[in-house]
């Protein structure tokens, strides 16, 4: 049974950081490009960043450029998401997702397969 569990959310001012965990069981993350997806009241859940199998290539949202950071330790079976210089407009749930297929700038959430219960990220002005 595939599970992903997000970990690391919290409240914190803008400006601040927050590390997102994604720990996975169940499958082998090494064989699955993974990502960070977000969704914000009213709005569509949208891709954040993702990362390829053995993390050569990454993929990121405009709006996290410079700021956010993707990366995973295959070994540990574990996603990350270093998110730097908060601002209001971060704020979501934040979710850890797995696909089958190899390729990662994939907006579109009905193509990941795996899905975490997600975490809550807070960002106060």
């Known amino acids: 049974q595939v599970q992903l569990v997000e970990s690391g959310g919290g409240l914190v001012q803008a400006g601040g950081s927050l590390r997102l965990s994604c720990a996975a069981s169940g499958l082998t993350v090494s064989v699955y490009p993974m990502g960070w997806f977000r969704k914000a009241p009213g709005k569509e859940r949208e891709l954040v960043a993702s990362i390829s199998r053995n993390g050569g290539n990454t993929y990121y949202q405009d709006s996290v450029k410079g700021r956010f950071t993707i990366s995973r330790d295959n070994p540990k079976n574990m996603l990350y998401l270093q998110m730097n210089s908060l601002k209001p407009e971060d704020a979501a749930v934040y979710y850890c997702?797995?696909?089958?297929?190899?390729?990662?700038?994939?907006?579109?959430?009905?193509?990941?397969?795996?899905w975490g219960p997600g975490t809550q990220v807070t960002v106060s002005s």
């Open positions: 997702a797995a696909r089958n297929e190899f390729t990662i700038i994939v907006p579109s959430p009905s193509m990941w397969n795996y």
